[in-house]
């Protein structure tokens, strides 16, 4: 009896379709912390368990539920759960699939930012954290979506799919695929400090921070607000030129191709979603798409980095 077990189990581990279902629900798992956390932010929630981590107020499960200790407990909840998919996804992995050259670092990325993220928030509760400090919270929540996000594309041989092992990228796409990678990471970082210094609705219109005359903040708060406009916008114009760059000189390649007119079509929607935060009084359903869309933007901007870590490099393009 015990050998039929295990010989089932023995079966299951080696097929690839149950490390594939893992994969997906990591993936999704992490933009549900993302979102989670973002949530949590925006209804001022944090403070729904009180000063206790990992307990709700003394108790393992909260008494008394009030909108935001549901909020609050419910992240905590699908931290945790999503935390365990990920270390059982990155040692399966590790062990299924860690002759790809990739593999190891992104299993290893994917638990050490998910437990740095982790730690960040539970210090937040404990014994609070200045606004600059806890803006890193949703960046780093954010490496670990996008480690988690490759190891499930190197899972589904999406390179296989899309000839992305034998991709020739220039010296000029690769300076700008690795350039406005990096800089993804520092609109990430202004768009959170927005929220963390209350900064959201310091000016009240769009594009400028008072239509009716053109002049230089006055208060940190609207730097901070217009700083991050500026870096949304030229993070917009960057990769437009990027995505022209492509669509004239790799269309014989398609996963550069496609990538990067996707990667437009999404910032000129995170662009817009933006500027629908300010314009709608900060809707909750805007906000979350807000930053749904940053999340879609950087996994994938991190996908075009692994394709430039594995391309044949060529001097012209």
């Known amino acids: 009896m015990l050998k039929v077990f295990l010989k089932k189990v023995g079966g299951i581990l080696k097929s690839n379709i149950y490390i594939k279902i893992f994969g997906v629900l990591a993936s999704v798992g992490m933009l549900l912390i993302l979102l989670?956390?973002?949530?949590?932010?925006?209804?001022?929630?944090?403070?729904?368990?009180?000063?206790?981590w990992p307990d709700c107020?003394?108790?393992?499960?909260?008494?008394?539920?009030?909108?935001?200790?549901?909020?609050?407990?419910?992240?905590?909840?699908?931290?945790?759960?999503?935390?365990?998919?990920?270390?059982?996804?990155?040692?399966?992995?590790?062990?299924?699939?860690?002759?790809?050259?990739?593999?190891?670092?992104?299993?290893?990325?994917?638990?050490?930012?998910?437990?740095?993220?982790?730690?960040?928030?539970?210090?937040?509760?404990?014994w609070g954290q200045g606004d600059f400090i806890l803006a890193l919270h949703f960046g780093i929540s954010l490496l670990s979506f996008a480690a988690v996000l490759l190891l499930t594309l190197l899972i589904f041989?999406?390179?296989?799919?899309?000839?992305?092992?034998?991709?020739?990228?220039?010296?000029?796409?690769?300076?700008?695929?690795?350039?406005?990678?990096l800089?993804?990471?520092?609109?990430?970082?202004?768009?959170?400090?927005?929220?963390?210094?209350?900064?959201?609705?310091?000016?009240?219109?769009?594009p400028l921070c008072r239509n009716d005359q053109f002049a230089l903040p006055n208060?940190?708060?609207?730097?901070?607000?217009?700083?991050?406009?500026?870096?949304?916008?030229?993070?917009?114009?960057?990769?437009g030129v990027i995505a022209l760059h492509a669509y004239r000189h790799y269309r014989d390649q398609r996963v550069?191709?496609?990538?990067?007119?996707?990667a437009f079509a999404i910032v000129l929607l995170q662009a817009t979603s933006g500027m629908l935060v300010v314009l709608t009084k900060l809707n909750l359903a805007v906000a979350l798409l807000?930053?749904?869309?940053?999340?879609?933007?950087?996994?994938l901007l991190c996908y075009m980095v692994l394709l430039v870590s594995r391309s044949k490099f060529i001097k012209s393009k």
């Open 36 to 52: 989670g956390g973002a949530l949590v932010t925006k209804t001022d929630s944090g403070m729904g368990c009180g000063r206790n």
């Open 290 to 299: 807000h930053s749904l869309l940053i999340s879609m933007l950087f996994g």
């Open 157 to 181: 041989e999406v390179d296989r799919k899309f000839d992305a092992d034998r991709v020739q990228i220039g010296r000029k796409l690769k300076f700008h695929t690795l350039g406005v990678a």
């Open 183 to 206: 800089y993804s990471y520092v609109v990430v970082y202004t768009g959170a400090l927005v929220r963390h210094t209350e900064s959201s609705l310091i000016c009240s219109d769009w």
């Open 57 to 126: 107020n003394g108790n393992l499960i909260p008494r008394e539920i009030t909108p935001e200790v549901l909020i609050e407990f419910s992240h905590r909840l699908v931290t945790g759960t999503v935390g365990i998919l990920i270390v059982i996804l990155a040692v399966w992995a590790w062990r299924k699939f860690g002759h790809v050259r990739e593999t190891k670092f992104l299993a290893f990325m994917a638990v050490f930012f998910l437990v740095l993220q982790a730690l960040i928030g539970a210090a937040q509760v404990l």
């Open 256 to 262: 550069i191709y496609w990538g990067w007119l996707i």
């Open 219 to 239: 208060n940190m708060y609207e730097w901070v607000q217009m700083g991050h406009r500026f870096a949304a916008a030229l993070i917009v114009i960057w990769i």
